[in-house]
C-alpha cells in the first residue's frame, strides 16, 4: 500500500511538471488528458477503498483527494485551462504526505484494534448476499459505528428470521407453545406461545422472543443467546439517543460474535 501511495504521488509530480512545461493556456493534447482521466480513475479503482478499510483514513480527508481526482477525470475534456489543472494537482499534491503518507506507514489509524476489525470485516460473508449486512460492513469501514451495529443487527435477524422460515414456522409455533407450557427449568419464565403462518408474521415478533424460541429449538445454546442478546441490547443504544459511546472495540466484538454465531454457524446455513 506504501509503496502504491508513493507511486501515485510521484505520478502526480511528474504530470505537474509536464502541464507546466506546456507553453499554451489550455491543455488539448490527447496523451496529457488520459493521464489526468488515468490519475484520477486510478485513485478510485485501487486507493480510496484501501485507505479507508485498510488504514482507516477519515471520510472527510478521502472525500477530498475524491474530489480532487474528480476534477482530474473532469478535465481530461479539450482544452480546459492549464491554470485549473496546476490548481487541482497542487491541492493534492502538497499535503499528501501528511494525510496519507505518513499514516500509512504509521499503520491504521495508529492503532491495532481498527486493523483488527477490518480483518473481522473481511471475513464476514459476501456482503452480495445480504442487502442489510452490505450496509453495516459500509458503515463501519466509514466509521459510522453506530448505524452499523444497527444495520448489523437487522442483517443477523434476518438471517435468522429466514432460516426459521426455511425449518417451517410449524416447528417454531410448536415450540414456543412447548416453551410456555414449562413450570421449570430454563424456560419456566417465557411465556409467549406464537401461532404464525408466515415471514410477515415472524418479522413482527420480537427479537428477543425469536432468540429464546431458537434456543429452544437447539439452534443456539444459553451462552450464544446471552452473546446475542448483548448484540441486540448494543443494537438498541445505538439506536437510541444517549452517552454510551461505541467504539472499534465495542464493534470488534459486535461482529466477532454475529458472524460466529450466525453468519458461521451451520444451524443457520441458508
Not at 505520478?11 to 493521464?35: P, S, T
Not at 483488527?116 to 456482503?127: K, Q
Not at 451495529?149 to 429466514?162: E, L, S
Request: with cysteine; proline share 3%; hydrophobic share 40%.
Amino acid at each position: 500500500m506504501i509503496e502504491q501511495l508513493k507511486r501515485f504521488l510521484e505520478d502526480l509530480k511528474a504530470f505537474r511538471k509536464d502541464i507546466k512545461a506546456e507553453k499554451v493556456n489550455r491543455i488539448g493534447k490527447k496523451g496529457l488528458m488520459n493521464r489526468s482521466e488515468q490519475l484520477g480513475s486510478r485513485w478510485f479503482s485501487e486507493l480510496s477503498s484501501r485507505l479507508n478499510q485498510e488504514l482507516g483514513v477519515s471520510q472527510e480527508i478521502l472525500e477530498k483527494y475524491s474530489d480532487g481526482c474528480g476534477h482530474l477525470i473532469a478535465l481530461s475534456s479539450p482544452n480546459n485551462l492549464k491554470k485549473k489543472y496546476i490548481e487541482v494537482l497542487d491541492i493534492l499534491i502538497k499535503p499528501f504526505r501528511n494525510e496519507l503518507l505518513l499514516p500509512a506507514q504509521k499503520g491504521p489509524s495508529g492503532t491495532a484494534s481498527l486493523a483488527l476489525l477490518h480483518n473481522i470485516l473481511g471475513i464476514l460473508p459476501n456482503s452480495q448476499e445480504d442487502e442489510y449486512l452490505k450496509e453495516a460492513i459500509s458503515c463501519a469501514q466509514r466509521g459510522f459505528f453506530r448505524a452499523s451495529v444497527v444495520m448489523g443487527w437487522c442483517a443477523t435477524i434476518d438471517r435468522i428470521h429466514r432460516r426459521i422460515e426455511d425449518i417451517g414456522l410449524a416447528k417454531f409455533n410448536v415450540t414456543s407453545v412447548q416453551m410456555a407450557n414449562q413450570k421449570k427449568g430454563r424456560f419456566k419464565r417465557f411465556n409467549n406461545p406464537q401461532n404464525l403462518n408466515f415471514l410477515s408474521d415472524l418479522r413482527e415478533v420480537f427479537d428477543t422472543v425469536v432468540l429464546w424460541v431458537v434456543e429452544g429449538m437447539g439452534m443456539i445454546d444459553s451462552n450464544q443467546h446471552t452473546r446475542l442478546k448483548s448484540c441486540f441490547d448494543l443494537r438498541c443504544q445505538c439506536a437510541h439517543p444517549g452517552q454510551a459511546p461505541v467504539t472499534e472495540y465495542n464493534l470488534m466484538s459486535f461482529f466477532s460474535d454475529i458472524n460466529e454465531i450466525v453468519f458461521q454457524n451451520p444451524m443457520f446455513k441458508i
